[in-house]
């Protein structure tokens, strides 16, 4: 029997469609009260994997457990779970309070009884007021919060969510997963959630999975996976980032184009190709840097606003290869910063990652 300390623990999950391997060898143990994020491109297998813990799909094999009870081939109806989809899911012809209270009507409460659990769930998501509505009249947050207090209608002690808020505008969407995560946090009900938008994983979860095509590449906090990642795809997929092609030299030196780089990370043999991932805002831009290594010069030519801050494309003769860098728009005005003109910077290199260029595919 599987250690019950878990909430939820995947052991050795594969599921093949025909000749298609959508998952492979999955363990994943997930605590009660966590909200994990299932993170990945299209197609990379989150999805499946939410709906083979749901029973909505049959995993080829492997086993699932939760709370310590093997529920590997149990239907959906014998899981405990909730579930919010990307639709909504609501039922167009019954009022808010009915849609919440489906899943209630068969456990024999009374009349009252069910209109006081309906009442408390809609005053948990903020709507305190709509049980008399229809869906058609709730905007798309609204009806988004209506399925979320229908999934928790029965007191499940998971809860599953399948990119939730992927159909609703950008402010909208991040008003509301504030909301959720206040919630679960209040509630401590364990929450798996599938999304392909980043800067939701990365805020929402206490653990992020990263899949790509079909396994898992890291599990960790969003600071392991954005600062330390563990494999190229996930240096590569999260945020911006620079690859650069570079030979090794020993010693922790790289040489890059016509220039050599020191890094603290080592440990690849003298003459093996590897790829150094820099972020762009891993750099030193202000004050004298003169006297700091991997210093680098080279022209702007391209500058990219997206708001608090920018983007600038640096060439650089000796790196032999373009190099993004980031300002934020106050550094942009005071180091006057534009395209066509020179400019000197440094990289950091505490969060500078290198990986075998084999493994980079």
């Known amino acids: 029997m599987a250690d019950d300390s878990a909430a939820v623990r995947l052991e050795g999950i594969n599921k093949t469609f025909g000749s298609f391997v959508?998952?492979?060898?999955?363990?994943?143990?997930?605590?009660?009260?966590?909200?994990?994020c299932f993170l990945g491109p299209s197609g990379c297998g989150k999805t499946t994997l939410l709906r083979v813990i749901a029973g909505l799909e049959q995993q080829t094999s492997g086993r699932i457990w939760q709370n310590g009870r093997d529920i590997s081939s149990a239907p959906p109806a014998a899981r405990d779970y909730g579930i919010v989809f990307q639709s909504y899911a609501l039922f167009p012809n019954l009022t808010v309070a009915q849609n919440v209270g489906y899943g209630l009507v068969n456990r024999r409460k009374g009349r009252s009884e069910l209109d006081a659990r309906v009442n408390e769930l809609l005053t948990l998501v903020g709507l305190p007021d709509a049980g008399l509505k229809y869906p058609s009249q709730m905007s798309g947050g609204q009806q988004q919060r209506v399925a979320l207090a229908r999934a928790l209608a029965t007191s499940p002690s998971l809860l599953l969510l399948d990119e939730p808020l992927s159909a609703l505008d950008a402010k909208v969407r991040e008003r509301l997963r504030g909301e959720i995560r206040q919630l679960q946090r209040r509630l401590q009900v364990t929450t798996i959630m599938v999304t392909h938008d980043q800067e939701e994983a990365l805020s929402m979860a206490d653990r992020v999975v990263v899949m790509n095509q079909g396994v898992i590449e890291q599990i960790g906090t969003a600071s392991d996976v954005y600062e330390r990642p563990e494999t190229p795809f996930v240096a590569d997929f999260l945020g911006k980032c620079n690859v650069l092609n570079a030979t090794a030299l020993g010693g922790g030196k790289y040489r890059v184009g016509k220039m050599d780089v020191t890094l603290p990370e080592d440990g690849n043999a003298a003459g093996e190709?590897?790829?150094?991932?820099?972020?762009?805002?891993?750099?030193?831009?202000?004050?004298?840097?003169?006297?700091?290594q991997n210093r680098l010069r080279g022209r702007i030519a391209r500058i990219d606003y997206l708001g608090t801050f920018c983007l600038a494309e640096l060439q650089c003769e000796a790196?032999?290869?373009?190099?993004?860098?980031?300002?934020?728009?106050?550094?942009?005005?005071?180091?006057?910063?534009?395209e066509g003109c020179d400019v000197e910077i440094a990289l950091r290199v505490d969060r500078v990652r290198v990986f075998p260029a084999r493994m980079a595919g």
């Open 319 to 338: 790196l032999g290869q373009p190099i993004l860098i980031s300002y934020s728009l106050n550094q942009l005005r005071d180091l006057e910063v534009r």
């Open 22 to 36: 959508a998952l492979e060898s999955i363990d994943l143990a997930i605590n009660a009260g966590e909200l994990v």
């Open 273 to 292: 190709a590897v790829r150094i991932y820099v972020r762009p805002e891993d750099r030193h831009v202000e004050g004298d840097i003169s006297q700091l």
